[in-house]
C-alpha cells in the first residue's frame, strides 16, 4: 500500500463520519460538496460530528482517494469506515431513510 493510500485509509478508519470534499463543513467549494454537507445537516448531523477532509489542499489525496474508493469523482462520504458514495448516493439514501440509519448505526 502507497503512503497516501495508508494515510487515506488511516482517516477513513479514524472518523465515524468523513466527508473528502472540496473546501470545508463551512465553506464548501464546490456545489457538489456543499449539497452533501446539507444532506448531512438534514439527517441530523451536527457539523462538529462530520471529518472533512479539504482535497483541494493536497493533490496526492485528491487522486489517492479517487483510487482507494475506485469511485471517479469528489465528494466522498464514509460511515464508520464503509464508503457509502459520492452527493448523488447519498440524496438518493437521505430520499429513502437509508442515510439516516447508516448515520444512526455510527
Given at each position: 500500500m502507497s503512503?497516501?493510500?495508508?494515510r ?6 479514524s472518523s465515524?463520519v ?5 473546501g ?5 467549494q ?12 438534514a439527517?441530523?448531523v451536527?457539523?462538529?460530528d ?6 483541494l489542499?493536497d493533490?496526492?489525496?485528491?487522486q489517492g482517494?479517487k483510487e482507494f ?5 469528489v465528494?466522498q462520504?464514509?460511515?464508520k ?7 448523488d448516493i ?12 447508516a448515520?444512526?448505526?455510527s
Amino acid at each position: 500500500m502507497s503512503d497516501v493510500q495508508q494515510r487515506i485509509s488511516d482517516l477513513v478508519k479514524s472518523s465515524n463520519v468523513l466527508l473528502f470534499m472540496k473546501g470545508n463543513a463551512a465553506f464548501p467549494q464546490c456545489g457538489f460538496s456543499g449539497r452533501a454537507i446539507q444532506v448531512l445537516k438534514a439527517c441530523g448531523v451536527e457539523p462538529k460530528d462530520i471529518t472533512t477532509v479539504n482535497v483541494l489542499e493536497d493533490d496526492a489525496i485528491r487522486q489517492g482517494i479517487k483510487e482507494f474508493s475506485n469511485w471517479p469523482t469528489v465528494p466522498q462520504l464514509y460511515v464508520k469506515g464503509e464508503f457509502i458514495g459520492g452527493s448523488d448516493i447519498m440524496m438518493e439514501m437521505y430520499e429513502s431513510g437509508e442515510l439516516q440509519q447508516a448515520l444512526k448505526a455510527s
